[in-house]
């Protein structure tokens, strides 16, 4: 696990070196760093239930590299829960009700337009998340058991939108859009409840995050 957060922080530094190199000579590169602390609703596409049910928190930091007054780029470290819930339909009888969850932390590498008056932006960029732990609760409300009928990849590579706006001098607030580009689970053997065809994280943080 340790192998795998050193890899992501020396590909970020590689590529704000890279970035640093190739532009300073045009323009000094102006960082700055934000922490963030949110909440998160989350699904998981494949587990045979629908909707944004699982509620859970986030929280990170954020080094900005900007060159230009209308583009930047960004790199991240922030830990997310996410997983699925199933809800009860009492309408309908069903009082029954199970979860998946599973905590990972998120290595966003995002490319940001700032346009107009630099009031707000929107960003697109990739993922890659390590997972941290992973636990269920099943019909029966007994808590959260690991997960034994499948297996969850050490990694998620996801694709990531952000919007957000200066709420202030010195706070921002955002809204996070993930999806996972690849399975996070390989098939099991055997038909698993829970299980469909593949599963995927799709995740939408809610963050407000304060310059430092």
């Known amino acids: 696990m340790s192998r795998c957060v050193a890899l992501f922080m020396l590909v970020g530094f590689v590529v704000a070196h890279s970035a640093v190199v190739g532009q300073s000579e ?57 997983g699925s819930r ?52 099943d019909f029966y409300g007994n808590g959260l058991s690991d997960i034994s009928s499948f297996v969850l990849n050490p990694i998620d590579l996801g694709a990531i939108g952000v919007a957000g706006f200066h709420a202030s001098d010195r706070v921002d607030v955002e809204v996070r859009l993930a999806q996972s580009l690849l399975p996070i689970s390989p098939r099991p053997e055997q038909t ?4 469909n065809n593949y599963m995927m994280n799709m995740a939408i943080q809610w963050m407000v995050a304060w310059r430092i």
Not at 62 to 71: A, F, G, K, V, Y
Not at 103 to 124: E, M, N, S
Not at 192 to 195: A, L, Q
């Open 192 to 195: 698993v409840p829970g299980w």
């Open 26 to 82: 045009e323009r000094p590169i102006a960082f700055s760093a934000k922490l963030a602390l949110g909440f998160v609703t989350t699904q998981v596409q494949g587990d045979q239930i629908s909707g944004f049910n699982q509620f859970g928190g986030t929280f990170g930091a954020t080094l900005n590299m900007r060159r230009t007054s209308s583009r930047s780029s960004e790199l991240g470290i922030v830990w997310t829960q996410k």
């Open 86 to 137: 199933k809800p009860p339909d009492t309408k309908n009888g069903d009082y029954t009700t199970w979860q998946y969850r599973f905590t990972y932390i998120d290595v966003p590498l995002l490319r940001l337009w700032h346009p107009g008056a630099d009031t707000w932006w929107f960003g697109i960029g990739l993922q890659p998340s390590i997972l941290l732990g992973k636990g269920q609760e």
